[in-house]
């Protein structure tokens, strides 16, 4: 298992940018593909983007295609999700979560989550 923890969250424009950190703990950091979820009150917890354990592939949902980026660098332990041309409708917690496999949208195939970041959009 891997120890996470997201930082970046907070209160931002319609229009602006934030950038999500999520730093990992442990050596094998390498073996996992990483995954940013979203959990908005009211609604279900949903998919956002995940990137390969080596950075190769990415997927995203096709809401923040376009908008996000997701990236890692193994050597720090780390995850970011860049968030640009923000809106109100991405108001949400942010969640980051390991998964010992390939790329899947489904919540189910992430073992390993860190605490969230709250991410406001005001209109």
């Known amino acids: 298992q891997v120890q996470l923890a997201e930082s970046g969250g907070g209160l931002v424009q319609a229009g602006g940018s934030l950038r999500l950190s999520c730093a990992a703990s442990?050596?094998?950091?390498?073996?996992?593909?990483m995954g940013w979820f979203r959990h908005a009150p009211g609604k279900e917890r949903e998919f956002v983007a995940a990137?390969?354990?080596?950075?190769?592939?990415?997927d995203y949902i096709d809401f923040v295609k376009g908008r996000f980026t997701i990236s890692r660098d193994n050597r720090k332990n780390t995850v970011w999700l860049q968030m640009n041309s923000l809106k109100p409708e991405d108001t949400a917690v942010y969640y980051c979560?390991?998964?010992?496999?390939?790329?899947?949208?489904?919540?189910?195939?992430?073992?390993?989550w860190g605490q969230g970041t709250q991410v406001i959009v005001s209109s």
């Open positions: 442990g050596r094998t950091f390498n073996r996992y593909t």
């Open positions: 979560a390991a998964s010992p496999g390939a790329i899947f949208q489904s919540d189910r195939w992430y073992h390993d």
């Open positions: 990137i390969s354990q080596s950075g190769g592939s990415t």
